[in-house]
């Protein structure tokens, strides 16, 4: 099980970005997969989830409403739209997943497997 997580970088408060995360060795359709951040100092927090069953969604609530968490089964991607953006968004952006088909677990020590991240930054 790996992931590739990409398209993190600058972006101004009230910017938006698009996050992505390549998975390999599983399929996405089938596991649920969350994107998870986490700031140099503090511990690493859920951010959003996507089931592989039955693709039910579930957000943090500092993000609802801002963030948007999506699939590409064929591409075997998940991606993170991130609208409004704020400073305290600012993290590494990580995938991963426990390999089970529902979000049920959330906390990042539950998580079996990780990506390497990708940074974003918010700043004027």
């Known amino acids: 099980v790996q992931f590739v997580e990409s398209g993190g970088g600058l972006v101004q408060p009230g910017g938006s970005l698009t996050l992505s995360c390549v998975a390999s060795?599983?399929?996405?359709?089938?596991?649920?997969v969350g994107w998870f951040r986490q700031v140099p100092g503090k511990e690493r927090e859920g951010v959003a989830c996507?089931?592989?069953?039955?693709?039910?969604?579930w957000y943090e609530d500092s993000v609802k409403g801002r963030f948007t968490i999506s699939r590409d089964d064929a591409k075997n991607t998940l991606t993170l739209q991130m609208n409004s953006l704020k400073p305290e968004d600012a993290a590494v952006y990580y995938c991963?997943?426990?390999?089970?088909?529902?979000?049920?677990?959330?906390?990042?020590?539950?998580?079996?497997?990780w990506g390497k991240g990708t940074l974003v930054t918010i700043s004027e």
């Open positions: 060795g599983f399929n996405v359709d089938y596991y649920a």
């Open positions: 996507m089931s592989g069953s039955d693709t039910s969604i």
């Open positions: 991963a997943t426990d390999l089970r088909r529902l979000c049920q677990r959330k906390r990042p020590e539950q998580m079996g497997y």
